[in-house]
């Protein structure tokens, strides 16, 4: 294999104003956010159940007030606050207690953000374009082992299966290839939370329409925190990037497009889905997708103790778990990573390599994501950026790697114009979206991986809730070092039944390797070679006389505080955590 | 391509000299695996590349995990430690059937000392056996470090090479014994998976009877020969045909003082970068602790499979179309 030495100018001496360029080049695509027809809730209900789907679970009123909001179906504000405490000592045991049944009736559930987005869509169906003036306002929670232990006692803290949980992130954190030297970024000496002698007891997840209402809201949480003796070990505040940019991440691309779709009924009626379906009746993908790309996961995948998905069959339910205390049913272990991304080291090894192999920067930068910064798939476009195909969620996912693509027919959508993109090409050898593309990495949809089978790769999904942190640098004018160097990133965040098996499988078993699920290189974006001393992350860039080696000068995006959570039901909250035992 | 004149020993391994019989014997046993799958001239198939020539147009790795997952899933998807403890609960390793062997090496306190992780065939060694038996004692005591290795150790009554001897059983590690683990049923798998018709389909939808074993090999050769023979494409196993180690990541193994445990500990015994055959891990004697008291995302070794777990195995394939005439010009 070749190795490029780069004929492509020197990072070093690439400037703040090469990198506004080539990003303002890369997103000169990108247009105002589509209003969008907001499809993740079922609307309409289709006139009757998809065949094959009689053995999802349907979550009725009570099951709805009782699963927390953020998990199903999210949030999805453009403003939130993340605030982590410790409890105070065992002698505030009570105070504890008392500020858990102060928040309980705070905090949101799937009822209530079901309820709040079918109002909004009603309003703006009606409005046409107008504004919708609508707000609302979410508050969830969730305990860190140390937190469950202090208030359910470590009897109950070992009932919880996932070991990851029980161990804490701090202590998982050079399993999933984080920095180990003491001192340096990255390392949990260096994390703001999460990290030595930092962690946190709970997290509160507060989510708002507008900063002025999310400060209200923080503050009066933060009073009754206060009166509770609990200790504000760090708050983060997170905001989509501004105008056009919104729900973009830093380094300039859309975030956000490709979800699993969770299955499950809100109610007997037919065809109130969870995740509404889209597929024609007449398509057998019906069974397995519930928009154009979008796989259906059973939702023991995200609930404690719901059935999950097989990992021997597309479709079908495999067992629930059973490795968890009574209490902790339909709750959900919580992922929060916070993540530095250093814009200008990403764009400069983008601008220097991109050179060196004689591609345009921006079509380059989208091979390392595997979509172009519209959110257009490069499976779709390999060539140019195509912001309408970006800004369409009914083909901005349909798309499979190992062969083509075949049109998919969707139910009457209303006002939907119809997929008028060119279909996927089979990319089996990678090379218009390369096996270490971030997205390829983390979810090789048909691509069989190390599990053997393509079935596996839908055990393996997550519910990402994240949001950007810090200044935007995307879409800047007079960009400057000092704008630069100043600190950004992702607050991610996920929800999954197993840590372990989920979030850190895709981390450490995809991103971090080289050669799975197949071979090609690191995940550039995320990946971690925490395993070598010289944390050398290598990739094989496609190229026309066979692949060539490029090795990334370093790490860009760098963990900086997090934990792993759990957050339970309300009605454990209220019966089980601000109870104190028998 | 040019026709490949002669399959190489498994990474190109020079146990013996050039000029001993061993290479055109080892390739003729290849060759008499390969032979007579030679597809017809058109449409795509598993082929010998000894006898038709085929333009490529680009590689495979096919790669999965080494921890038998037939052992973890579905069964044991709650219950980790019941993985790793099944697959090497025996000692002719029945369990131990993704083409990866390992044996774990305990002190008197039941502790690891050292895990040996081995992808070799048993056929190498029948192969010099009949050659020279010494040349497998020669081999057993480099491998094993143990100059007390014995013809008679390896033999059975009349004198034949005992696969199961106890070098490679309960006392030590070299090759595949596991009855699965052969060279000819991954030829089989690739024959059968190229024989699947699944024109116009996709990995979701093809869902290949053959593909349906728990095992994470099977499936996963039998998925990618399928997909790329549905493309009218010619497949080949790429020389050096031969199961590899080709990955494994240290990262979040700490010793008892909690720093990280340096990735020289891992040694290539036998193949090379890229092509490992046989993968030690073990404690420099200096440090005066052992693999056992070591963590692995903060939890005690205890089993091999724990490593194993996290360990890539590999065979490449090659794809190509058929060029006119069915001989390629070479480029
Ligand atoms: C700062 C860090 C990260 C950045 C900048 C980033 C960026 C992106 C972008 C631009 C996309 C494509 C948009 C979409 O499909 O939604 C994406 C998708 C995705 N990311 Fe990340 N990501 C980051 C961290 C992570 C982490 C830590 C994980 C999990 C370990 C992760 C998992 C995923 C998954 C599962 C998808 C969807 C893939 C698909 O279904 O096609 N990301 N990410």
Redesign the interface.
């Known amino acids: 294999m070749a190795a490029s030495n780069g004929n492509g100018p020197a990072p070093e001496t690439i400037s703040a104003r090469d990198i506004e360029r080539a990003m303002a080049d890369a997103l000169m695509a990108t247009g105002e956010p589509p209003s969008g027809i907001d499809t993740t809730v079922s609307v309409s209900p289709l006139a009757s159940d998809v065949p094959g789907s009689e053995n999802e679970p349907v979550y009725d009123a009570n099951a709805q007030a009782d699963i927390q909001g953020n998990v199903i179906p999210g949030f999805n504000k453009n403003h939130q606050q993340f605030l982590f405490y410790a409890f105070p000592n065992q002698a505030g045991q009570a105070k504890t207690r008392a500020f858990l049944k102060w928040l309980t009736p705070y905090v949101s559930t799937i009822e209530e953000v079901v309820a709040f987005r079918r109002l909004r869509r009603a309003r703006r169906q009606r409005l046409g374009s107008g504004r919708v003036f609508l707000s609302s306002v979410g508050i969830n929670v969730a305990f860190s082992n140390a937190g469950i232990e202090k208030l359910m006692g470590p009897e109950e803290l070992d009932k919880l299966g996932d070991i990851p949980f029980k161990e804490g992130l701090r202590a998982r954190s050079s399993f999933l290839g984080d920095p180990t030297k003491p001192g340096a970024l990255g390392n949990p000496s260096k994390w703001v939370v999460g990290g030595t002698g930092n962690a946190a007891d709970m997290v509160l997840i507060v989510a708002a329409d507008s900063h002025e209402t999310l400060q209200e809201v923080v503050a009066l949480v933060a009073e009754q925190a206060g009166i509770g003796d609990f200790r504000l070990l760090f708050q983060q505040y997170g905001n989509t990037l501004p105008g056009r940019l919104r729900g973009h991440e830093h380094f300039g691309f859309k975030d956000g497009i490709s979800q699993p779709g969770v299955r499950g009924k809100l109610s007997n009626q037919p065809g109130d889905y969870i995740t509404p379906r889209h597929i024609d009746r007449n398509d057998p993908r019906r069974l397995y997708y519930a928009k154009p790309g979008q796989l259906l996961t059973w939702p023991g995948q995200y609930l404690l103790g719901e059935l999950r998905q097989s990992t021997e069959h597309l479709y079908k339910e495999g067992t629930a778990a059973s490795n968890f205390p009574s209490w902790a049913k339909r709750g959900s272990y919580l992922v929060i990573r916070r993540l530095n991304q250093d814009v200008g080291a990403f764009w400069r090894f983008v601008i220097s390599s991109s050179a060196a192999m004689g591609l345009p920067a921006a079509r380059f930068a989208s091979m390392l994501v595997g979509r172009w910064p519209s959110g257009a798939p490069l499976m779709r476009m390999p060539e140019a950026d195509n912001p309408d195909l970006g800004a369409d969620e009914f083909a901005n996912n349909h798309f499979i790697f190992d062969d083509d693509t075949k049109p998919i027919g969707l139910n009457g959508l209303p006002g939907y114009a119809g997929d008028r993109y060119p279909q996927a090409k089979a990319d089996f050898l990678a090379m218009l979206c390369p096996h270490f593309a971030h997205i390829r990495k983390i979810n090789p949809r048909d691509s069989v991986g190390d599990l053997g089978k393509p079935e596996d790769n839908l055990a393996r999904m997550i519910l990402r809730r994240g949001i950007p942190f810090g200044k935007a640098v995307a879409g800047q004018e007079n960009l400057t070092d000092d704008l630069l160097a100043e600190e950004r990133g992702l607050m991610f965040l996920c929800y999954v039944s197993s840590i372990e098996d989920q979030f850190e499988f895709l981390q450490r078993r995809w991103a971090n390797s080289e050669a799975q699920p197949n071979f090609g290189g690191h995940d550039p974006v995320i990946g971690q070679n925490g395993g070598t001393p010289g944390r050398q992350r290598e990739i094989d860039f496609p190229a026309p006389g066979g692949p060539v080696r490029l090795v990334l000068p370093s790490d860009w995006v760098v963990p900086t505080g997090g934990g792993y959570f759990f957050a339970p039901t309300i009605s454990a909250i209220r019966n089980d955590l601000s109870t104190p035992p028998q | 391509m040019p026709l490949l004149e002669r399959f190489d020993t498994p990474a190109s391994l020079r146990d013996v000299p050039e000029t001993s019989p061993l290479y055109q014997n080892w390739s003729d046993q290849v060759s008499s695996l390969i032979d007579g799958l030679t597809p017809s001239p058109s449409g795509g198939g598993f082929y010998d590349p000894t006898k038709l020539d085929i333009q490529f147009?680009?590689e495979?790795?096919m790669?999965?995990?080494g921890l038998p997952?037939r052992q973890l899933?579905?069964e044991s998807?709650?219950?980790?430690r019941a993985a790793y403890e099944a697959a090497e609960s025996f000692a002719n390793r029945q369990h131990q059937d993704e083409y990866f062997e390992w044996r774990s090496e305990r002190d008197a306190s039941g502790k690891i000392r050292k895990i040996a992780f081995v992808t070799e065939f048993r056929q190498y060694y029948q192969e010099l056996w009949n050659i020279d038996p010494q040349l497998v004692v020669g081999l057993y005591r480099k491998i094993l470090d143990n100059d007390t290795i014995q013809k008679s150790d390896l033999e059975d009554p009349v004198g034949t090479y005992d696969i199961l001897n106890r070098w490679n059983t309960t006392h030590g590690i070299v090759h595949y014994i596991n009855d699965i683990n052969t060279l000819k049923a991954a030829v089989n798998l690739c024959r059968d998976a190229a024989g699947h018709d699944s024109a116009g389909?996709?990995?979701?939808e093809a869902?290949p009877p053959f593909?349906?074993a728990?095992?994470?090999?099977?499936?996963?050769i039998a998925?990618?020969v399928n997909?790329?023979v549905?493309?009218g494409l010619y497949v080949a196993l790429r020389d050096p045909v031969g199961f590899y180690i080709?990955?494994w990541?240290?990262?979040?193994i700490?010793k008892p003082n909690g720093?990280?445990a340096?990735?020289s500990w891992w040694k290539i015994k036998r193949g090379k970068p890229g092509m490992v055959l046989r993968l030690e891990y073990e404690v420099p004697a200096s440090e005066g602790f052992v693999v056992g008291d070591l963590l692995?995302?903060?939890?005690p070794i205890e089993f091999g499979g724990q490593l194993a777990e996290?360990i890539?195995v590999?065979i490449h394939g090659t794809a190509g179309t058929m060029t006119r005439g069915g001989r390629g010009d070479g480029g």
């Open positions: 147009a680009g495979k790795a790669t999965w995990m997952r899933l579905p998807r709650d219950n980790k389909q996709n990995n979701f869902g593909a349906m728990p095992t994470a090999v099977d499936p996963r998925y990618d997909m790329l549905r493309k080709a990955a990541d240290n990262a979040g700490t720093r990280p340096p990735a692995l995302g903060g939890q996290h890539t590999v």
